[in-house]
């Protein structure tokens, strides 16, 4: 068994609190009063998403979506499918899509399209990290966190390989 990369922190708890309770604030002056849905993109969203639910002081309904893009080994083959959908009805409503990490662009743009076509009242993109030197696909990100480097993240919900999910801070790991 090869040895796993030891992870290194880019940003600490700390500074992930104090962002979250940053894109929380500037949520609640855009949604106040309008119960929107709120989309996670699993798995890498989850923390990041509760934390910043739980600095929301209003009404809201939450949904979870699972994308998968098949191809061999670890590469993408850019086909990407939904594995599992929504449950709540999207049109009409105030949609915030709430992501862990913007890399290629490519899952969130599909995501965007797929909800588009359901006719949400508005759609707007909230992501805790956007990585814009890997950008194959231009993504508007609405709330953003951190702005990163071309490194391999893992912790606060981004993992390598479903390791790494738990750790409390954002870290890079040489893979």
């Given at each position: 068994m090869s040895a796993q990369p030891e992870p290194r922190i880019l940003f600490t708890r700390?500074?992930?609190?104090?962002?979250?309770?940053?894109?929380?604030?500037?949520?609640?002056?855009?949604?106040?009063?309008?119960?929107?849905?709120?989309?996670?993109?699993?798995k890498g969203s989850f923390i990041f998403m509760a934390d910043l639910i739980r600095l929301l002081?209003?009404?809201?309904?939450?949904?979870?979506?699972?994308?998968?893009?098949?191809?061999?080994?670890?590469?993408?083959?850019?086909?990407?499918?939904?594995v599992q959908?929504?449950?709540?009805?999207?049109?009409?409503?105030?949609?915030?899509?709430?992501e862990d990490i913007v890399d290629t662009g490519s899952t969130v743009s599909f995501l965007l399209d797929y909800l588009r076509k359901k006719k949400p009242a508005s759609l707007k993109l909230c992501a805790l990290t956007d990585k814009p030197s890997r950008r194959q696909v231009p993504v508007t990100i609405d709330y953003l966190g951190f702005t990163v480097p071309d490194k391999f993240l893992v912790g606060y919900g981004l993992d390598w390989d479903e390791k790494f999910r738990y750790l409390p801070d954002i870290c890079f790991v040489e893979v």
């Open positions: 700390q500074e992930i609190a104090a962002t979250v309770k940053r894109l929380a604030g500037e949520i609640k002056i855009d949604y106040q009063g309008k119960y929107p849905l709120l989309i996670g993109i699993l002081d209003f009404p809201l309904e939450v949904e979870f979506i699972r994308l998968a893009s098949y191809g061999r080994g670890k590469q993408s083959s850019g086909e990407i499918k939904v959908g929504l449950r709540s009805p999207v049109r009409g409503r105030e949609v915030l899509v709430i």
